[in-house]
């Protein structure tokens, strides 16, 4: 289960609509990523949420042909990426694809939801061949 920071609830809190929000900065009207509790390009602490459609773009791809942990043994090989969102920020995610080793830099992806057990949900890169 992941954790749940401060300066992150809102982003879990969406996520049990299944919802992605971002965080934006008020000052300097740009969104960052991970969540923290001030804008690292102005040190501004007024920090909007908005929504986001989670297009993206794959910007660096690894399979994994072995699970990283036990509790992913069933799911290798799977694919994990660094997407950058159409919004402007970069995002590490797990691929949901048919065939993991098919994944592209430059491939688009969608956002899809994976159900953690608290109610909240993981985002996922929905990529399709
Ligand atoms: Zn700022």
């Known amino acids: 289960m992941p954790p749940e920071s401060v300066a992150g609830a809102p982003f879990w809190a969406a996520t049990r609509q299944q919802r992605l929000v971002l965080p ?5 009207d740009e969104p960052h990523w991970y969540p923290r509790g001030f804008c690292p ?3 501004g602490s007024d920090i909007d949420w908005r929504p986001s459609e989670g297009r993206a773009v794959v910007h660096a791809v690894s399979v994994q042909p072995r699970a990283a942990h ?3 043994a069933d799911r290798a090989p799977y694919a994990v990426a660094l997407v950058d969102l159409d919004d ?3 995002m590490m995610l797990a691929v949901a ?3 993991p080793w098919a ?3 430059g491939d688009p992806v969608g956002l899809g939801w994976e159900p953690l057990a608290d109610g909240r949900h993981l985002p996922v890169a929905v990529h399709t061949d």
């Open 97 to 99: 694809a048919d065939d």
């Open 103 to 105: 994944v592209r830099v």
């Open 24 to 28: 934006w900065c008020a000052a300097c």
């Open 70 to 72: 036990p509790a992913l």
């Open 41 to 43: 390009r102005c040190l």
């Open 88 to 90: 402007g920020v970069r």
